[in-house]
């Protein structure tokens, strides 16, 4: 018996996915328009201006000693540091690979075909992907002034859904939703889903929020055992290259997360760096300060350009430029990196991440003239 068709046979939902679209490497960019490096500024990833903390770059070092050894499986260190510093039993940590690693886990140990996810439009990339890659159908909510209309995406759980995600602040709006409006939700869903529903709170720059918009969300799992938060270390703690992050949730849960995880999904230079960056609350202060004052420089620069935007909650601010792959390319000519989020069906706006002072100056000078000269 022959088979005649031997092409790649991979199932129709997988060949329907979009690739992610990452924010352009500096290198790339020094290759396609001949440019130095050195004087290239990338504001499209989010990634900390400050790089990596010099206490995790120590403790990395340290443990490279003994990269001949596989990782610690269970991420004992960090789960101990976690515990301590958020007051969770470490059976309820699940660490990932960044976080989302953590995103993927909850799609591969929940969803199937036959099974949908809920969340946002112009929400995380990431959510379509695991739900794609599990052959689940997607829910897509519109969104509401940029942000999760929750009540619209109460109402649309359907039979066969199974998770929600909701990043708070929104990626690549910006946008918040305070806690009571996210405690609500979470006693919605479950006076009429129980635990069918499980809501992952993906809170990637909880750290930028201002002290009294702050919340203790990570308390919340005690109270919902269908609740996953996940936190990152690739944002304020500096750490997006090591790729590390960790979700919180009830043993349960954790536990279906930890039989679809890899055994050494999280790297030993990883997890010895983030036990530093952890640790290290000077930095993190740093990080938090140098945003603050970077979103007011951008937010003054719109303002005197007459360009809208959403107010931000992150480390990034979403900026309506009307013919977005225009000026993103007379940006890229001038060495500036920003991302177009078009992909996210914002075709006329750009994301741009805060950068240090001068980085964030190249950036208003480069657009101020691009806008000036046409
Ligand atoms: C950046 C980001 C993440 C975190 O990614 P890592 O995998 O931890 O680097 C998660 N969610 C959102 C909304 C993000 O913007």
């Given at each position: 018996m022959?088979?005649?068709?031997k092409?790649?046979a991979a199932?129709?939902?997988?060949?329907?996915i979009a690739?992610?679209?990452?924010?352009k490497?500096?290198?790339e960019?020094?290759?396609?328009?001949?440019?130095?490096?050195?004087?290239?500024?990338k504001?499209?990833?989010n990634?900390?201006?400050?790089?990596?903390?010099?206490?995790?770059?120590?403790?990395?070092?340290?443990a490279?000693s003994s990269?001949g050894?596989?990782?610690d499986?269970?991420?004992f260190d960090?789960?101990?540091a976690?515990?301590a510093?958020?007051?969770?039993?470490?059976?309820?940590?699940?660490?990932?690979n960044g976080?989302?690693?953590i995103?993927e886990?909850?799609?591969?140990a929940?969803?199937?075909r036959g099974?949908?996810?809920v969340?946002a439009q112009h929400?995380?990339?990431?959510?379509?992907?695991?739900t794609?890659?599990?052959?689940a159908?997607?829910?897509?909510?519109p969104?509401?002034?940029?942000?999760h209309d929750?009540?619209a995406?109460?109402?649309?759980i359907?039979?066969d859904?199974?998770?929600?995600?909701?990043?708070?602040?929104n990626n690549?709006t910006g946008?918040?939703?305070?806690a009571?409006?996210?405690?609500?939700?979470?006693?919605?869903v479950?006076?009429?889903?129980g635990q069918?529903v499980?809501v992952?709170?993906?809170?990637?720059?909880?750290e930028y929020?201002?002290?009294?918009?702050?919340?203790?969300?990570?308390?919340?799992?005690?109270?919902?055992?269908?609740?996953?938060v996940?936190r990152s270390f690739?944002?304020?703690y500096?750490?997006?290259?090591?790729?590390?992050?960790?979700?919180?949730?009830q043993?349960?849960?954790t536990?279906?997360l930890?039989?679809?995880?890899q055994p050494?999904?999280v790297?030993?230079l990883?997890?010895a760096?983030?036990v530093a960056?952890l640790q290290d609350s000077?930095?993190?202060?740093?990080?938090?300060?140098v945003?603050?004052?970077?979103?007011?420089?951008?937010?003054?620069a719109?303002?005197?350009?007459?360009?809208?935007?959403?107010?931000?909650y992150g480390?990034?601010?979403?900026?309506?430029v009307?013919?977005a792959?225009?000026?993103?390319?007379?940006?890229?000519?001038?060495?500036?990196?920003?991302?177009p989020?078009?992909?996210?069906?914002l075709?006329e706006?750009?994301?741009v991440?805060?950068?240090?002072?001068?980085?964030n100056?190249r950036?208003?000078?480069?657009?101020?003239?691009?806008?000036k000269a046409?």
């Amino acid at each position: 018996m022959t088979d005649t068709n031997k092409s790649l046979a991979a199932p129709a939902h997988v060949g329907a996915i979009a690739p992610y679209q990452a924010g352009k490497p500096i290198d790339e960019l020094a290759r396609e328009f001949g440019l130095d490096p050195a004087t290239i500024v990338k504001l499209a990833s989010n990634e900390n201006p400050l790089g990596m903390p010099a206490s995790a770059r120590a403790a990395m070092l340290e443990a490279a000693s003994s990269l001949g050894r596989y990782p610690d499986p269970n991420g004992f260190d960090l789960k101990a540091a976690l515990s301590a510093r958020y007051g969770v039993p470490t059976d309820w940590i699940t660490l990932g690979n960044g976080s989302n690693d953590i995103l993927e886990l909850v799609a591969l140990a929940l969803l199937e075909r036959g099974t949908s996810a809920v969340y946002a439009q112009h929400s995380f990339a990431v959510y379509r992907l695991a739900t794609q890659a599990r052959g689940a159908r997607h829910i897509v909510v519109p969104a509401r002034d940029y942000g999760h209309d929750l009540d619209a995406m109460l109402a649309a759980i359907a039979d066969d859904t199974r998770v929600v995600f909701i990043a708070n602040p929104n990626n690549p709006t910006g946008t918040f939703l305070p806690a009571p409006r996210i405690q609500a939700f979470l006693e919605q869903v479950r006076a009429r889903h129980g635990q069918r529903v499980v809501v992952v709170l993906d809170e990637a720059y909880n750290e930028y929020l201002d002290p009294e918009l702050r919340f203790d969300s990570v308390a919340w799992v005690r109270e919902f055992p269908n609740l996953v938060v996940s936190r990152s270390f690739s944002k304020a703690y500096g750490l997006a290259g090591l790729r590390v992050g960790f979700g919180t949730a009830q043993p349960a849960l954790t536990d279906l997360l930890n039989r679809v995880r890899q055994p050494f999904n999280v790297n030993t230079l990883a997890q010895a760096a983030a036990v530093a960056a952890l640790q290290d609350s000077e930095f993190l202060a740093q990080s938090y300060r140098v945003n603050k004052e970077g979103k007011d420089q951008l937010c003054r620069a719109f303002d005197a350009l007459g360009l809208r935007y959403v107010p931000s909650y992150g480390n990034f601010v979403l900026v309506h430029v009307g013919d977005a792959p225009r000026i993103n390319l007379e940006l890229l000519k001038r060495g500036v990196i920003v991302r177009p989020v078009a992909g996210d069906g914002l075709p006329e706006w750009l994301r741009v991440s805060i950068g240090l002072p001068q980085e964030n100056t190249r950036f208003i000078t480069a657009l101020t003239e691009i806008l000036k000269a046409s």
